[in-house]
């Protein structure tokens, strides 16, 4: 596959270790989980960068509570990322008017991507988290075939039609020579403030099956709190917001796990 | 905006009306609104096709629980649609095998869509639904650019975030001269099966203020029934499965709405 060559990779000087987080389908709640890991592993002292590669529909400006144009560095030409709750972070959702939107074709999408991993001063990072856009097009092409990938986590709920969609994403990164280290199931269950009975709403097991059939670890279940939404609509990282919460807990044990996955020794 | 250009639109020859099914955001349940609109109008005794205009998430077909390529017409030239549930039709996801990735840049899903729209033998339709993939990118440039859409539908969940998204798909509409029909508010709450007390897990109100401060008009509040997403997994039509549950009746609603926008006499 001429398009998915990897021969143009080059490192982002400074950046030890790149993770991709992607989903095929969109709305499972892969920028939730980007932002909370990333503010998870700067808790732990990382230096962690993050960089919002759905330019049609960028939400993690929204999601941290960022504000305002980023500003270019002394010599004119690199984007200074925003700073907020530990993280670096550039979005093209900083560039432009809350809401307007980006009606741009591939090739112009390709050149932004271009642009946010080599024309920001990330400056030292242990790890730049990719919050990639759904499906399999112009923006994970020229990810795979422009940045050194350390690995992907794929997020997914626990429903049949959101497995097609990961099949499809495990078969573009083995593909395109990306480790895949491991899947997120989001959305696990739902748990009623009223009864405090748990509902399945999107499914039972769907994570668990698709992690055997492909062989990839599970790395975690992320059961669904309204909280979580609503911290997102707030600008405020979950986990930082209720520490306590059954969801904090699996994001920080998502987090120990991709740690782990990152530096082995 | 030279990228959108309306001078290149024609008609499909005998589709009476093209209608647009959108959101900014994924995963907002844009497919099963999609498609039990569809199934629900060709109940009402319309000539309904439906296509899927999500070549890298093609959903369509699962839940129609549609298998086996489309055949090709005598003249060799044409795709047959495929047919279930009264429904004429074509998706990416029938052309190729379950949860293969369609590793493509833009120029190659702009052709797609082109083959879909003029070279699928539609014969005498009332209405094409289109569902369209998330965001505003190679696709909706192309549809909004060589289809003759009678209008759009927008659907979001109650999330602010989301609707930062239903703006961006509002101002493309807006910009490339396609009529809003309305906005379709899915996921509005969950009833727990437990204690059937109702749970707003994404977010309130939602719909009515973007309805609002946009000036369209609110068609549908959809409640979130875990039966919507398990008769998708299904390859079964919910409005059909469960006729008499909340979410049908609130589809079919919908459906009544939409008939009368597009033929008001």
């Known amino acids: 596959m001429n398009s ?4 143009d990779r080059q ?3 400074g950046v030890k270790d790149i993770l991709a987080v992607s989903s095929g389908k ?4 892969k920028s939730t989980i980007s932002t909370n890991l990333a503010v998870s592993l700067a808790r732990k002292g990382l ?3 993050l960089m919002d590669a759905d330019i049609y529909g960028p939400n993690i400006p929204g999601m941290l509570g960022l504000e305002g144009k980023p500003q270019i560095d002394e010599t004119g030409t690199r984007l200074l990322p925003s700073n907020a709750h530990g993280l670096k972070t550039i979005s093209m959702g900083l560039l432009i008017d809350r809401g307007a939107p980006v009606i741009w074709r591939g090739p112009m999408l390709a050149k932004m991507i271009n642009q946010f991993l080599f024309q920001v001063d990330w400056g030292d990072l242990d790890l730049l988290v990719l919050d990639l856009p759904p499906g399999t097009g112009d923006v994970q092409i020229t990810l795979t075939q422009q940045a050194p990938l350390t690995g992907a ?3 997914t709920t626990p429903s049949n039609i959101a497995l097609a969609d990961v099949r499809r994403g495990v078969e573009m990164f083995r593909q395109t020579e ?4 491991g899947l997120v199931e989001n959305m696990s269950y739902f748990l009623c403030h009223h009864c405090q009975q748990p509902s399945p709403i999107f499914g039972e097991g769907g994570g668990e099956r698709t992690a055997k059939s492909f062989d990839i670890p599970l790395l975690g279940k992320i059961p669904l709190d309204s909280r979580l939404r609503h911290c997102a609509d707030a600008g405020t ?3 930082n917001a209720a520490p306590d919460s059954p969801a904090t807990r699996a994001l920080e044990k998502l987090t120990d796990q991709v740690s782990r996955l990152l530096a082995p020794n």
Chains 1, 2 share one sequence.
């Not at 990306?178 to 280290?181: A, D, F, M, T, Y």
């Open 11 to 13: 490192p982002i000087p």
């Open 237 to 239: 990282p979950f986990v």
């Open 178 to 181: 990306v480790p895949i280290l």
């Open 153 to 155: 986590l794929i997020v």
């Open 47 to 49: 230096q962690v960068g």
């Open 4 to 7: 998915t060559s990897t021969h």
């Open 26 to 29: 969109g709305g499972v709640g």
